[in-house]
C-alpha cells in the first residue's frame, strides 16, 4: 500500500509558465513533507519543506502549499526554467522518526 | 571531496559474483541509509543505521548485507543477487535519526547502477 502518491508520472510545461506538481499521502501521522529534485545520473537533492504546522512555504521561485483536510500537497514553480527540468520526488515522515515514506516521482519537462 | 560519494558509479555482475557497494559522507552526519530505486517506482528504503547501529531493515533479502563500520562509511554487499535486483541504489546521510529543524532532510549520493545479469 503506497503511502505517497505521484499521480503523475511525467509533466510538460512552456518555460515562463507556472509547473503545478501534486503529491498525494495517506497516512495523517506524517507531519514533515519534502520536496526533492533528481536530475539524471544524480542522486536526489533537497528542494523545499514543509511543516503540518503550515499550510505554504516559498523559497524563491518555489512554493510549497499543504492541504491537510485533502491529505495533499503541491509543488509550485514559477516561472519555470528549462533547468528545472529533472525528475520531482515528494517525500513524507512521521513524528516518531526520521523515515521518508518517497512518492515514484513526477518527471518535470519545461519547453523553451 | 564533498557531500555523499559512492563507488562503483556503474557496476555489472553475475548471480554467483560477489561485490560491495561503498558510501561515504564528508557531512559530519549521524544517521546513513541505503535506498533502493526501480524503474518507475518510489525510492524504497532498505537499511538506516543511527551512530554505526543499525536500526531498520524494511525486510531486505538476506544477499543483500550492510555494513557501517564507522559514522562516515556505509557499505552493502551483494552476493547470489537475481536479475530483478537491477536498480539504482542510493545512500543517504542526515544529521540524526529525527533532526525536527531540518525536517530529517537527507541528503543524497548520486547512486550505483546496478545490473544483474
Known amino acids: 500500500d503506497q503511502q505517497v502518491k505521484q499521480n503523475s508520472p511525467s509533466l510538460s510545461v512552456q518555460e515562463g509558465r507556472i509547473s503545478i506538481l501534486n503529491c498525494d499521502y495517506t497516512n495523517s501521522m506524517f507531519d514533515y513533507f519534502l520536496w526533492y529534485k533528481k536530475y539524471p545520473a544524480e542522486g536526489p537533492t533537497f528542494l523545499i519543506s514543509?511543516?503540518?504546522?503550515?499550510d505554504k512555504n516559498e523559497d524563491g521561485r518555489f512554493t510549497v502549499f499543504l492541504n491537510k483536510s485533502a491529505k495533499h500537497l503541491s509543488l509550485h514553480i514559477v516561472p519555470s526554467q528549462p533547468g528545472d527540468s529533472a525528475v520531482y520526488f515528494c517525500a513524507a515522515s512521521a513524528i516518531q522518526g526520521g523515515k521518508l515514506i518517497f512518492g515514484q516521482g513526477t518527471e518535470l519537462s519545461v519547453k523553451p | 571531496e564533498t557531500g555523499v560519494t559512492q563507488t562503483p558509479r556503474h557496476l555489472v555482475m553475475g548471480m554467483t559474483n560477489k561485490k560491495s557497494l561503498k558510501c561515504e559522507q564528508h557531512?559530519?552526519?549521524?544517521?546513513m541509509y541505503w535506498y533502493k530505486q526501480s524503474a518507475k517506482k518510489p525510492l524504497e528504503l532498505m537499511f538506516v543505521?543511527?551512530?554505526?547501529?543499525?536500526?531498520e531493515n524494511n525486510s531486505v533479502p538476506s544477499r543483500f548485507s550492510p555494513e557501517c563500520p564507522n559514522s562516515s562509511h556505509l557499505f552493502l554487499h551483494l552476493h547470489t543477487l537475481q536479475p530483478e535486483d537491477s536498480a539504482l541504489y542510493l545512500c543517504?546521510?542526515?544529521?540524526?535519526?529525527?533532526?525536527?529543524?531540518?525536517?530529517?532532510?537527507?541528503?543524497f549520493g548520486p547512486g550505483t547502477r546496478l545490473t544483474v545479469l
Open positions: 543517504a546521510s542526515s544529521q540524526d535519526l529525527e533532526d525536527r529543524g531540518l525536517y530529517n532532510e537527507q541528503f
Open positions: 557531512l559530519g552526519h549521524n544517521a
Open positions: 543505521y543511527s551512530l554505526e547501529e543499525r536500526v
Open positions: 514543509i511543516s503540518s504546522i503550515k
